[in-house]
Every structure is written in C-alpha cells, then in structure tokens.
C-alpha cells in the first residue's frame, strides 16, 4: 500500500512540475470605434497582474519617456518589468518546457491612450525573456510586458527569467512618435517604413499599420539564435 501511495505521490508531483507554466494573460482584441476626442490614463495593471505590477519599485514602473531614456543594463539580480516587440521565439529543447523570446525593448512613460495600449516607438535595446510553457501561443511581432529577474546580461542583452507576462496581439496596442534616445537595434530599423519619414502614432491602428511599423510576422517567430 504505501509503495503504491508513493509511486502515486511521485507521479503527482511530476505531473505538477511538468504542467508548471508561467502564467500569460492576453489582451482581447475588440474593434476599435473611431471617436471625435482622444483621452490619456495612467496605466493600470489587471487582476492577476497586480501582485507582480506591486513588487515593482518606484524607478521601475516607468522605464522611459520622451524626456529621459532607460537603461536596461547593468541590472544583474534586479526585478523589473519591461515592454517589449516579439522578435524572436524558441524552440523548446527535448524534455523542456520553456522557451525563450527575444524582445526589442520599447520606452513606457506609465501613460497610454484610454481606447488603446500604448508605448513609444524607441527603446533600449534587445533583451530575452525565459518564460515556462509552449511558445506557440505567443504571436510574431505582439507587444508583450514581462515581469520577473535580470538572471544575467551576455553581449549587451540582459535575459530575464519572467514569473508573469501579459500580450497585447495586432489591434490592441500603438506606438508613439514621442520619445527619448533611441538605441534600438538598426536591424529592426530597416523594417519601419514609417521611420523614414512618417508619422509613427496611430490611434486606430490597422493590420497594414503594423507591417509598415514592424515588418512581417512570417519574417520572425523564430529561434532566437536566427535572428540576431
């Protein structure tokens, strides 16, 4: 009896370990009503966000703006919580369930559009998140914010182990012209269209906006490793 309770128990807690999975939280896509006024707010966190958005502290809530940029390095052990575009999507290794992402950091002043999420066309460069789970579900080129612990920094690109992450897909978040010292990395440059010399901010974003902005999602959504 108890070599089968114990057979049991370990059968439990492997299923546990291999079921664990970093929780994920996707913003529904609705279709966006034009209006004749645009309103500002404060960015606030959803439910099950809001225990991790709390740990934060106070010079990590807003990372960056128009006025002052910030530096995602140099934050070995640190907790944080960053913006940023899907670039690049692991492959689980065998017998793994995580993978990684790499992001193109983008700025957050704390404000966003009412309607509309929105952070700024600029950033600090790329960093990876290591996130538990199937990253299948993570779609080429959405908006993510990751909550978690700068691990370690390899050639310039911090990696963050991620505890939370929650994903604004294509027609749930926007860009802003406004912003502070660009050092985002110039390959990702090269598929702005509106770069070279548009307006960058949408307030009703379509699916042509976002391929003129951040290129084809068929372009990415690969192994990291491939796309740097």
């Not at 052990?77 to 960053?82: D, L, R, T």
């Not at 538990?132 to 579900?137: D, H, K, T």
């Not at 993510?144 to 991620?162: A, F, Q």
């Amino acid at each position: 009896m108890r070599h089968t309770v114990l057979i049991l128990l370990i059968v439990l807690i492997s299923g546990g370990i291999r079921g664990a999975q970093t929780p994920i939280d996707f913003q529904p896509v609705k279709k966006l009503e034009r209006g004749n006024s645009l309103g500002t707010c404060n960015y606030t966190p959803i439910d099950k966000e809001k225990p991790f958005y709390a740990k934060l502290g106070s010079g990590e809530r807003e990372t960056g703006s128009f006025m002052e940029a910030y530096d995602i390095h140099g934050k070995k052990g640190k907790y944080v919580s960053w913006y940023g575009i899907v670039r690049g999507i692991s492959r689980a290794k065998p017998g793994e369930e995580k993978f990684t992402l790499l992001l193109e950091h983008k700025y957050f002043d704390g404000m966003t559009d009412c309607h509309i999420m929105m952070v700024s066309q600029s950033g600090s460069g790329d960093f990876e998140a290591t996130v538990e789970g199937n990253g299948e579900s993570i779609p080429a080129l959405a908006l993510v914010r990751v909550y978690g612990t700068v691990l370690e920094e390899k050639d310039k690109i911090p990696e963050i182990s991620v505890v939370y992450i929650r994903v604004w897909p294509w027609l749930t978040f926007t860009l802003t012209d406004l912003d502070a010292e660009d050092r985002t990395n110039p390959r990702w440059l090269t598929y702005c269209k509106r770069c070279k010399g548009g307006r960058i901010y949408d307030p009703y974003p379509t699916e042509m906006y976002y391929r003129e902005v951040l290129g084809d999602p068929k372009d990415f959504g690969v192994h990291p490793e491939e796309t740097k």
